[in-house]
């Protein structure tokens, strides 16, 4: 009886042990599949490639976001502050055209903040916008509002070789002051004090909720010497790191507060390019921040405007040609032909709008720096009764003309800045559109011919 009853817990342990073992093992596979779904493995984006130019750089494509698809190449429209100025969102989709549009980091945090972003559910809710969308870093900011503050000072210059415009004295009156951590900005608006570092950046876009960002990168003036932009780059690598790894932390925790059939709603991080205007530089940038695990690329920095397809080129040879690429804050009709031609898949830039504000309006008799532009606010077009573009089929020139917007202009009324707005962000859309579409025919030397004046 003794030794039956010794035996009894023994044989009770063994019956229960299969049960433990099936239980172990569920553990272990809930882990694996929860590692399986997310954080690391799961992307935002896809990107898939559909025809080639014959130099094996241009392509076209699609891009596969949360919010819908952009067709590659694409040009993509600003809306600095969640907004296009002097368009809806709805004009952007029905008028326009454009299939995505990218916001300002750096403003968009100044106002309205990103409390009030969390608050309404983020930038697509908040602005009533349902495609996709890009945010920037907020690394533009530190060249235009440090040492570019108040020299008109832009990306793309005719260069000459070892000019400087980052000294010393002007220090005192910039905006932004650039150090190995980050970037320590004052407010355009009331001229606070306010601190972006790459894991603050990556922070901030996160609340914003894009779906594609970009790491934090030091933007310095082509006019800067070799050795400031080699220590820019070199910055720009450091940072491009600490935004990966703060990005894959977010990851892991926004995965951990999700069910194992759902991902974390996260945006796809793409790695910004650096280097100027110098092969050596963007190379080597090109093939350090192509090592590291970004979803898609953008092209950053400075250029010299008489070489830009060139320097695009050397970059594009060099990263991974399975993602996406970005050209950021490029925008000239001319520039956009020479971007697709060499890699480039997206483009941003708030040239079209500007310009359109001012009284400017695209035209296709040739796109040169003589050619391609009109001034509305000339005089010869106070009785033109003709559309902006005859050739063009936007609805400002399907119904307004020449003499009537220039009257708007003259006469200082919203509406003037509204037409031609849309007129010159369609002429920059279905340009590229175009672009995509030679591609897929094969036909983009044609395409070039009709639209470049030799």
Excluded at 134 to 152: E, I, M, V
């Amino acid at each position: 009886m003794h030794a039956n009853n010794a035996n009894t817990p023994h044989l009770i342990l063994c019956a229960r042990e299969p049960i433990r073992v099936i239980r172990m093992h569920l553990r272990i596979c809930i882990t694996l599949a929860s590692l399986l779904t997310f954080p690391y493995s799961y992307t935002m984006i896809s990107f898939d490639i559909h025809a080639r130019l014959p130099n094996g750089r241009g392509r076209a494509g699609t891009i596969t976001t949360p919010h819908g698809k952009i067709e590659t190449p694409a040009f993509i429209p600003v809306a600095t502050k969640a907004t296009i100025k002097a368009l809806t969102p709805e004009m952007l989709r029905d008028y326009v055209g454009a299939h995505a549009t990218l916001a300002n980091t750096y403003h968009l945090y100044l106002q309205p903040g990103t409390e009030v972003l969390k608050k309404a559910g983020g930038l697509h809710q908040f602005m009533n916008w349902s495609g996709p969308t890009y945010t920037d870093s907020g690394g533009f900011q530190a060249f235009s509002l440090g040492a570019a503050y108040g020299k008109n000072v832009s990306k793309l210059a005719n260069v000459k070789e070892g000019v400087t415009i980052d000294t010393d004295e002007d220090a005192s009156v910039r905006l932004a002051h650039v150090d190995d951590d980050g970037v320590t900005f004052k407010s355009i608006i009331d001229g606070s004090t306010h601190r972006f570092t790459p894991e603050t950046s990556i922070d901030i876009q996160h609340a914003i909720g894009a779906d594609m960002i970009f790491a934090f990168d030091e933007c310095i003036s082509p006019q800067e010497s070799y050795e400031r932009q080699k220590a820019a780059v070199e910055r720009t690598h450091v940072w491009a790191k600490r935004c990966l790894e703060h990005h894959e932390k977010i990851k892991s925790q926004k995965s951990n507060l999700k069910s194992a059939n759902s991902h974390p709603e996260v945006p796809a991080l793409l790695g910004i390019v650096q280097g100027g205007r110098h092969e050596d530089l963007r190379k080597l940038s090109a093939k350090v921040i192509g090592g590291m695990d970004f979803e898609g690329f953008g092209i950053g920095g400075s250029f010299d405007k008489d070489d830009i397809g060139t320097a695009v080129g050397w970059v594009c040879d060099e990263l991974p040609e399975g993602k996406p690429r970005h050209l950021l804050g490029i925008g000239d009709p001319i520039d956009l032909i020479l971007g697709i031609e060499n890699g480039i898949d997206t483009f941003d830039c708030v040239a079209p709008t500007r310009i359109a504000r001012n009284g400017g309006a695209y035209i296709r008799t040739g796109l040169s720096a003589q050619a391609g532009r009109i001034n509305l606010l000339n005089a010869q077009f106070i009785q033109d009764f003709t559309p902006l573009d005859p050739e063009c089929e936007c609805y400002t020139c399907k119904n307004y003309t020449r003499a009537y917007i220039a009257h708007l202009f003259r006469a200082k009324e919203m509406l003037a800045a509204t037409l031609t707005s849309i007129h010159n962000l369609y002429f920059v859309v279905n340009l590229v559109k175009k672009a995509r579409q030679a591609i897929i025919d094969g036909d983009y030397e044609g395409f070039k011919k009709k639209y470049l004046v030799k």
